[in-house]
């Protein structure tokens, strides 16, 4: 898989959240959008727990609750089993170690950490990255799970103002990540083509993944410039990120992302 292109699968709300109604709710729908990006060609979905706002940081003083990780490992194990596909874990907001215990359960490739170092203000709080926390629990599981990290993560700022082609660099050499993800600055948006530029400038080879915002009119110019990416909100019906995944949207963007469609 040279550049993997990842439909999300937003689970609903999970038992711990004030907002939930039942897990075999959760499964019917997580599943249902999972058939979708499957028969659209798509090499595998993220599996993230969306609908659990408002979140936990997911920090050691603010882990997400235990019913999540399982949840998580329970559908990404259902969608890894059911239809074939390679999965990623998502554990919002910020809980790495629960992402990687469900990842190694499930048998998933990666996961996606929104702060793996530096500190970021965010609609949580503070979040302070854990890397090296992380990947000691890594290695006690005796995991390869990639991590896939994100730079300047959507709602979120920096704690203090940095340099980014400098702090990018960092991250690339210092966190232990496998890959970079680039997102806009909320759920949906696209990247900033000049700033996927200058990352790109500084890190290289390093493999650098788009978040967020990816679609058929901008795929021209923003797939051919990265490594990988994972697209939810443009997959689901009219645009709405609370809607089920669209089969015409999904098959759209999968054309678009391929090598006939750059």
């Known amino acids: 898989m040279t550049k993997p292109l990842l439909g999300v699968v937003h689970l609903g709300a999970l038992p711990a959240s004030a907002n939930?109604?039942?897990?075999?709710?959760?499964?019917?729908?997580?599943?249902?959008?999972?058939?979708?990006?499957a028969r659209a060609g798509f090499d595998g979905v993220v599996v993230e727990n969306f609908g659990d706002v408002p979140f936990h940081k997911g920090t050691r003083d603010d882990p997400v609750t235990p019913d999540v990780p399982a949840a998580l490992a329970l559908v990404?194990?259902?969608?890894?089993?059911?239809f074939d596909l390679p999965v990623a874990i998502n554990c919002l907001r910020n809980d790495g170690?629960?992402?990687?215990?469900?990842?190694?359960?499930?048998?998933?490739?990666?996961?996606?950490?929104?702060?793996?170092?530096?500190?970021?203000?965010?609609?949580?709080?503070?979040?302070?990255?854990?890397?090296?926390?992380?990947?000691?629990?890594?290695?006690?599981?005796?995991?390869?799970?990639?991590?896939l990290a994100d730079f300047l993560v959507k709602h979120a700022a920096p704690l203090v103002p940095l340099d980014v082609a400098t702090a990018a660099k960092d991250l690339a050499e210092r966190s232990g990540a496998a890959g970079l993800v680039l997102s806009g600055s909320r759920t949906g948006e696209p990247v900033d083509v000049a700033l996927l530029d200058t990352v790109r400038a500084a890190v290289g080879r390093f493999p650098i993944w788009i978040g967020s915002g990816l679609s058929e009119a901008n795929a021209a110019e923003l797939w051919p410039r990265c490594d990988g990416a994972i697209v939810g909100t443009y997959c689901k019906r009219g645009g709405l990120v609370a809607a089920p995944v669209d089969l015409a949207r999904a098959k759209a963007l999968r054309k678009a992302c391929s090598p006939k469609g750059r």
């Open 20 to 37: 939930h109604d039942s897990m075999a709710a959760v499964i019917k729908a997580a599943l249902a959008d999972a058939k979708v990006f």
């Open 76 to 82: 990404a194990h259902r969608i890894k089993t059911d």
């Open 97 to 147: 170690l629960a992402a990687l215990g469900a990842a190694s359960v499930a048998g998933a490739r990666w996961i996606r950490v929104n702060v793996l170092a530096s500190a970021y203000v965010t609609d949580q709080g503070i979040i302070e990255g854990e890397a090296a926390r992380l990947f000691a629990y890594r290695r006690q599981l005796r995991s390869n799970v990639e991590v």
